[in-house]
């Protein structure tokens, strides 16, 4: 996409518009605040809807937005590195508002009450239908992380979710978790279920004896007789984040040179418009922007960031924008194209917070999601306990929802230290709200959410946080795998992110003494990738925390998260503490 800066600039300023009028309409009747909200004028000739990472969650769901997510190096105080007042500065959007609600951690628990839960397949169904009628032929992209998240979820191997999917009317796909379930089961979902239905693409899955391509690199969809490319990049790292025996004929990674040559090649066969739809991540995101040729826009995932305004990245052949549009359903972006002479000559950008209460459930999807529960309600339904305190997971280094599955292993289980992996997916209670089946569901569901207790020396504990720390903090994107930290149990330690890999974690204690290096400790986890855990009959994880909360007389008083000492990084507007 060529555009001078100027134009650039103008814009850019457009961007940052979605939401500005919303505070005209905070106090309004729904049907006030939703045409204030969702009634965006139509802008050129070719249209993209972007959902990502919705993890499984058919109904609307209460989810807080960090108040850590760290930027080092170059990317500090840089998108998608801010939180809080930060990041409504630089998205002109005023504190206070529904749209200041949807994009921060700010007065969460005041402002979930006022403005009630987000998402839910329904309440998308009835946004998509608005405005793909507003924009004749827009495409529904899904970024992946769709089929995973939740019980019923896990307890249909997926198949909720490819028939929530196919009635949303998503027309293109590429995935991460959805590996999970395994090639066979991914590839059955593909060729049957989606068949004739919605395009599953990713350039960079190739069988590992042959390098052929798993799936197609791209599609070629034609909007108002404008020819446009949507190539997929699905997450790289499947195979090292999740257990590689789940995905063990398939080849992953990057790939930038194999997408500069699927964007030439769609180039070649007309295309006019070419968008990545990418499970990256979007730090990598911004690199590959920087890199590839030809991208007109990068429509991203994998790392939850909720961005309301485009991202410019320059490179070698002109401008590309990148966008992000959060997780659990809780947004919906569209990406507006002008284009003139065969090439994209403007553009504008909107990130949609999907508010339940502002947007009238669809009834052929509600009928459907009541089909898909019904099975399971009482099980789902079942109050375990009742939280005394909000429980979140979000943030670089732990969350309250994190610290009750902590606190439930190190108890049942007669550990010393605890690790819970440092997944973004999770849902968020308000207090005084019930802990059900599902919201614990919604916090442990996976394939191989495997409980474990390992003898670890000093020595190794020390090496796992170090490795975790460079998978997150990295200065290199290519070197990060998204996620957060691993949340910790039972011991304190310090972190230091701007350090070299192997001197970022110090000063680990346990009950105020230092770890030893050649002491063993005994180490609750969960989510082991090794092959192994499969046959070792631990209980899933699940099991466990039901257990402890079962034991607490029927209340869980509010937790307090367990956060390292940050040395050489702060302060930082990626940091509220």
Known sequence: MNLSKREFFQVLGAGTMAGMGLGAFADADAATASKGLYDIAPFGSVSFLHMTDCHAQLLPVYFREPSVNLGIGSMRGQLPHLVGEHLLRTAKVRPGT????????????????????????????????????????????????????????????????????????????????????????????????????????????????????????????????????????????????????????????????????????????????????????????????????????????????????????????????????????????????????????????????????????????????RKIRAPYASKLEETLAVTEGSLYRRGNFNGTGDQLLL????????????????????????????????????MTATTYSYATLTEMTGSTIKTVLEDVCDNLFNPDPYYQQGGDMVRVGGLQYSCNPVAVMGQRISDMRLHGKAIEADKKYKVAGWAPVAEEARTAGNKPIWDIVEQWLKATNGRVAQRKPNQPTLGGVLPNPGYAA
């Open 98 to 369: 529904a749209q200041a609600h949807a994009l921060t951690y700010l007065d969460f628990e005041k402002a979930a009450r006022r403005y009630g839960k987000v998402g839910g397949f329904a309440h998308l169904a009835t946004l998509v239908k608005r405005l793909k009628a507003s924009r004749p032929g827009a495409l529904l992209l899904d970024g992946g992380d769709t089929w995973q998240g939740s019980a019923t979820s896990l307890w249909t191997n997926g198949q909720d979710m490819v028939d929530a999917c196919k009635l949303l009317g998503v027309d293109v796909m590429t995935g991460h978790w959805e590996f999970t379930y395994g090639m066979e089961r991914v590839k059955e979902i593909v060729e049957k279920d989606f068949a004739g239905k919605v395009d599953f693409v990713a350039q960079n899955i190739k069988t590992n004896d042959f390098g052929d391509p798993v799936f197609k690199p791209y599609v070629i969809r034609e909007i108002n007789g404008v020819p446009c490319a949507i190539i997929g990049q699905a997450f790289p790292y499947t195979p090292i984040a999740n257990p590689r025996y789940m995905v063990a004929d398939w080849a992953f990674g990057i790939q930038d040179e194999n997408m500069q040559a699927m964007v030439n090649e769609a180039r070649g066969k007309g295309a006019q418009v070419v968008v990545v739809l990418s499970h990256n991540g979007m730090d990598v995101d911004l690199k590959m922007a920087s890199r590839v040729t030809g991208i007109d826009a990068i429509m991203g995932g994998h790392t939850h960031d909720g961005m309301p305004v485009a991202s410019i990245v320059s490179n070698p052949g002109g401008k590309t924008i990148v966008t992000n549009a959060g997780s659990n359903g809780k947004f919906l972006a569209v990406l507006d194209f002008e284009v003139k002479d065969k090439r994209v000559t403007d553009f504008r950008y909107k990130l949609l917070p999907v508010f339940a209460n502002m947007l009238p459930a669809d009834p052929a999807m509600a009928a459907l999601i």
């Open 407 to 442: 606190d439930a292993m190190l108890e049942v289980q007669g550990a010393e230290i605890a690790f819970s992996p440092g997944f973004r997916w999770g849902t968020s209670l308000l207090p005084g709200q019930a802990i059900t089946r599902e919201w614990l569901m919604d």
